[in-house]
């Protein structure tokens, strides 16, 4: 079992600036890709920004140059540093994890998310 905690959510002004922050524990053999995804009300989840163990990442076209991700592999946690927030960018955001056990099963982890609010 691995557990998501997510930290970093609240209020701020467009404009503004937030950092989330997601620590993975539990039975962690190895962890492939972590990453951030968000959904706003009355629409579907969506992705938001991952990063994979080699460091490579992708970012969704809408936060791309604004939002960066980033990893610490040691303490298995992930965050997403978001400047220039929109109103837009208002949602619940929520850690995701995949990796594996050490007979190479594979696990895939929600956090229970965090709330961003951008106000105007």
């Known amino acids: 079992q691995v557990q998501l905690v997510e930290s970093g959510g609240g209020l701020v002004q467009a404009g503004g600036s937030l950092r989330l922050s997601c620590a993975a524990s539990?039975?962690?053999?190895?962890?492939?890709?972590m990453g951030w995804y968000r959904q706003a009300p009355g629409k579907q989840r969506e992705l938001v920004a991952v990063?994979?163990?080699?460091?490579?990442?992708n970012y969704a076209d809408s936060v791309k140059g604004r939002f960066t991700v980033s990893r610490d592999n040691a303490k298995n946690t992930v965050y997403l540093q978001m400047n220039s927030l929109k109103p837009e960018d208002t949602a619940v955001y929520y850690c995701?994890?995949?990796?594996?056990?050490?007979?190479?099963?594979?696990?895939?982890?929600w956090g229970k998310g965090t709330l961003v609010t951008v106000s105007s």
């Open positions: 990063i994979f163990h080699g460091a490579s990442t």
């Open positions: 539990g039975s962690i053999f190895g962890i492939n890709v």
């Open positions: 995701n994890a995949k990796g594996w056990n050490s007979d190479f099963s594979e696990w895939d982890y």
